[in-house]
T-cell receptor, first 114, second 110 residues
């Protein structure tokens, strides 16, 4: 297993366009998390899945954001009608349900909205 | 959501010096984790502490979890340039998700 993979690594888009990011977690991990990180800050929770069920979504997440994990394996995060304030690093992580073992993060997708 | 405060926000030291980073909250966590992050990469887990008062050592790094499970510290002995990076503490909300502090940027000069 090569760890958590995220695609693309970088995305530049014009304001108002839609973007979609993909995350492939570690295959044995049933939990998958999405975080957003801006420069100089720690990761901010967006949403998480246990298998295919989305169990929690941050109240900070506007309705322009949607995430799916249709078969309990890979996940996608879509942002509709992007705004400049969406520019950030989007991090995906996976873990076992017993999360005291920690999360394994991917390298992230850097989004720049121009 | 519970909040974690890290201090200092930025630390610049000479190679060979010792340092301590603090992570504080008014809330209790089921566990606390420390991560290190390099520019353009995701955070990498260093350690998980679970029991109040627990101390864990990882080579020159010593991690401590407060007795009340609300705070933690990371002590680095004889810092090396390779220790440079962003150090993040993260508290596990019971059975739920990790909440991260804002991080401490460490720069070790040779």
């Amino acid at each position: 297993d090569t760890g958590v993979s995220q695609d693309p690594r970088h995305k530049i888009t014009k304001r108002g366009q839609n973007v979609t990011f993909r995350c492939d977690p570690i295959s044995e991990h049933n939990r998958l998390y999405w975080y957003r990180q801006t420069l100089g800050q720690g990761p901010e929770f967006l949403t998480y899945f246990q298998n295919e069920a989305q169990l929690e979504k941050s109240r900070l997440l506007s309705d322009r954001f949607s995430a799916e994990r249709p078969k309990g394996s890979f996940s996608t995060l879509e942002i509709q009608r992007t705004e400049q304030g969406d520019s950030a690093m989007y991090l995906c992580a996976s873990s076992l349900t017993t999360s005291n073992y920690g999360y394994t993060f991917g390298s992230g997708t850097r989004l720049t909205v121009v | 959501t519970q909040l974690l405060e890290q201090s200092p926000q930025f630390l610049s030291i000479q190679e060979g010096e010792n340092l301590t980073v603090y992570c504080n909250s008014s809330s209790v966590f089921s566990s606390l984790q420390w991560y290190r992050q390099e520019p353009g990469e995701g955070p990498v887990l260093l350690v998980t502490v679970v029991t109040g008062g627990e101390v864990k050592k990882l080579k020159r790094l010593t991690f401590q979890f407060g007795d009340a499970r609300k705070d933690s510290s990371l002590h680095i002995t004889a810092a090396q340039p390779g220790d440079t990076g962003l150090y993040l503490c993260a508290g596990m909300e019971y059975g739920n998700k990790l909440v991260f502090g804002a991080g401490t940027i460490l720069r070790v000069k040779s």
